[in-house]
C-alpha cells in the first residue's frame, strides 16, 4: 500500500519529468515531425510552385517517377549514378579507415598528432570543404593538377569537373577525405575495448598477424562494423549533396546527378514539391532496406537463429 505522502512525491517527480521534457518535445514535433509528416502528405498531392493547395492524386507522382518517359530515364540514371557512388563510398571508407584505426591502435609517437589533425577535415563544414575542393580541382592553377604533373600521372590540365569520367570521382574522392576522420574514430573506439590480454594469448598460441586479424579482430568488430556501415550508407546517399552543388552542379549531363540532387532539382528549381517529395520518400525506403539488410546479414546471433529454425523445419519434415 503506497502511502500518501509517497504517492505526492511521485507526483511532484513526474511533473517535474514533463516539464523538463516539454520543450525537448515541442522541438521535435515544431521542427521534425511535422514538416516530415508534412513532407510525406503532399507525395501524395500536385503540389506544384503557384498551386500550394494542390489537389489529392494519391499515388500518380510516385507511377510517374517510375513510368513516364520524361522523368522515369533521368530517374533510373540517378539511381544508377546514386547506388555506384555509395557502394563505392561505403567500401573505401571501411578499408581506408579500418587501416587508420589499426595504425593508430599501435602506440608510437606522434599518433596523439595524427588523431588531431585527422578530425580536421570533419571539423570543416560541408560547404566550406566543398569549396575547398572545388579550388583544389580547378582546371588551371588547382593543386590537384600540379601534384599530378609534378608526379608524370599526366602531361595536361584536367578539368575534373567537367570530365564525364572524372567528375563522380573528384567527388567521391572530395567526400572520402570528408568522412574518413569520423569512421577512423569509430574503429577507434572499438578497438580500444579490445583487451591487449586476447592478443597476447594468440600470440602464445602461435597465431600470425593475418590470422590474429581475421580470428580475432574482425569478430570483435563485427558491432562496430554494423555501425559504420548503417551510418556511412545514409552519409554516402545524402550527405555528398554540398559536394555536387558546388563543384559539379550534378555535371557534366548526368555524370553526377544523383538521386538527392535530382530531388533538390525537381523540388526546388522546377517547383514540383509533390514529385520531389516521392522521390524523398524512395531514397529515405532505400536507406531503410540498405539498413535491414545491415543488420540482419552482420547480426550472428539472428544467423544462429534462422539456422537453428531451418534445422528445426528439416527435423519436423523429416
Known sequence: MISKTERRRYIQNSSLVYKVLLPSLAFVLVFIAYPMFYSISIAFKDYKYGVPTGKIIWFKNFSDIFTRSTVAPGFFKSLEVTFMFTVIAVVMMVIISLAIALLLNQRFRGSGMI???????????????????????????????????????????????????????????????????????????????????????????????????????????????????????????????????????????????????????????????????????????????????????LDPERRKIRQKARIHRGENHV
Open 115 to 297: 588523431k588531431v589533425a585527422l578530425l580536421l577535415p570533419y571539423a570543416l563544414p560541408g560547404l566550406v570543404a566543398a569549396v575547398i575542393w572545388k579550388w583544389i580541382y580547378n582546371p588551371t592553377f588547382g593543386v590537384m593538377n600540379y601534384v599530378l604533373m609534378r608526379l608524370g600521372i599526366t602531361d595536361q590540365y584536367l578539368s575534373f569537373a567537367a570530365d564525364g569520367r572524372l567528375a563522380l570521382l573528384a567527388i567521391l574522392f572530395a567526400y572520402v577525405w570528408k568522412f574518413v576522420p569520423y569512421t577512423t574514430f569509430l574503429f577507434t573506439s572499438g578497438l580500444s575495448t579490445i583487451s591487449p590480454n586476447v592478443y597476447e594469448a594468440a600470440r602464445m598460441d602461435g597465431s600470425g598477424s593475418i590470422n590474429t586479424f581475421f580470428k580475432i579482430t574482425m569478430p570483435l568488430l563485427l558491432p562496430i562494423f554494423q555501425l559504420v556501415l548503417v551510418i556511412q550508407t545514409i552519409f554516402a546517399l545524402v550527405y555528398h549533396f554540398s559536394l555536387v552543388y558546388i563543384i559539379t552542379q550534378g555535371g557534366p549531363g548526368d555524370a553526377t546527378r544523383t538521386l538527392a540532387w535530382l530531388i533538390y532539382n525537381e523540388a526546388f528549381k522546377y517547383g514540383r514539391y509533390g514529385r520531389g517529395s516521392a522521390m524523398a520518400i524512395i531514397l529515405v525506403l532505400i536507406m531503410i532496406i540498405f539498413i535491414y539488410a545491415y543488420l540482419v546479414l
